[in-house]
């Protein structure tokens, strides 16, 4: 999958942690992309079997195989951010940087990163 996808896929949950009904026009807000852009994404997902649209509502679900690609870069998102803020990077700056590196860190050095800050948690 490629990062754009991840990225859709990230939005997607994050903002399903928030509200009942994900749409298209909340995705396209939330990204600041255009809704013809998002219109377009959100058939590919579909098509490829990441999400489904309820016709009548255009509500946005996560089907297990979107599911379980947005947790990952949530995950991933979450845990960097947390590296990055622990070597003193600027929360915002650390934010910015963590949705970068998310989708091209190997699982290798993202377990590795997992690990020391579970470590250095459990020390404070």
């Not at 959100?42 to 649209?53: D, F, H, R, V």
């Not at 946005?60 to 070597?87: N, P, S, W």
């Not at 970068?100 to 948690?121: G, N, P």
């Amino acid at each position: 999958m490629h990062e754009s996808g991840e990225m859709y896929l990230e939005t997607i949950l994050r903002l399903s942690l928030r509200n009942e009904i994900v749409r298209s026009i909340d995705v396209a807000q939330a990204m600041g992309f255009s809704k013809p852009s998002i219109s377009r994404a959100m058939k590919t997902l579909k098509e490829n079997g990441y999400i489904s649209i309820n016709p009548d509502t255009g509500s946005i679900t996560l089907l297990d195989k979107g599911k379980e690609v947005a947790e990952m870069i949530f995950e991933r998102h979450q845990v960097l951010t947390q590296c990055l803020e622990y070597l003193g990077v600027p929360h915002d700056k650390a934010q910015d940087d963590a949705c970068r590196i998310e989708h091209v860190i190997s699982d290798e050095s993202f377990q590795a990163l997992k690990k020391h800050i579970k470590e250095y948690q459990g020390k404070k």
